[in-house]
């Protein structure tokens, strides 16, 4: 059965920090591109990072450049989002995905593989 469980979210205050975790199984997870989504209450879901099969490319929104790092650990099954200098409009449900592409994409396009999300808000 596969999937694709995330876990790190909660309650920061604004300039703090969280590491979400996406724990894979079920498929080989060392050949597929994975990515975090999120998706806040009344707004359309946007691709936040996304790292490739290798590890060799990584993208990032702009709202998030220099703030997240994304890596994966393919030992371990699993990917991670370090989430520094959080502020409000951070708050929303992440989500990680993955797709089996080489590369990755910030576009939902083709990733086939969704976890049920984990909550992040970022409030004083």
């Known amino acids: 059965q596969v999937q694709l469980v995330e876990s790190g979210g909660g309650l920061v205050q604004p300039g703090g920090s969280l590491r979400l975790s996406c724990a894979a199984s079920?498929?080989?997870?060392?050949?597929?591109?994975i990515a975090w989504f999120r998706q806040a209450p009344g707004k359309e879901r946007e691709g936040v990072s996304c790292?490739?099969?290798?590890?060799?490319?990584?993208e990032y929104a702009d709202s998030v450049q220099g703030r997240f790092l994304i890596s994966r650990d393919n030992a371990k099954n699993t990917g991670y989002l370090q989430m520094n200098n959080l502020q409000p409009e951070d708050t929303a449900v992440y989500y990680c995905?993955?797709?089996?592409?080489?590369?990755?994409?910030?576009?939902?396009?083709?990733?086939?593989?969704w976890g049920q999300g984990t909550q992040v808000t970022v409030s004083s």
């Open positions: 995905a993955a797709r089996g592409y080489y590369y990755c994409s910030l576009k939902g396009d083709n990733y086939v593989y």
């Open positions: 079920g498929f080989s997870f060392d050949f597929y591109a």
């Open positions: 790292i490739s099969r290798s590890t060799g490319g990584t």
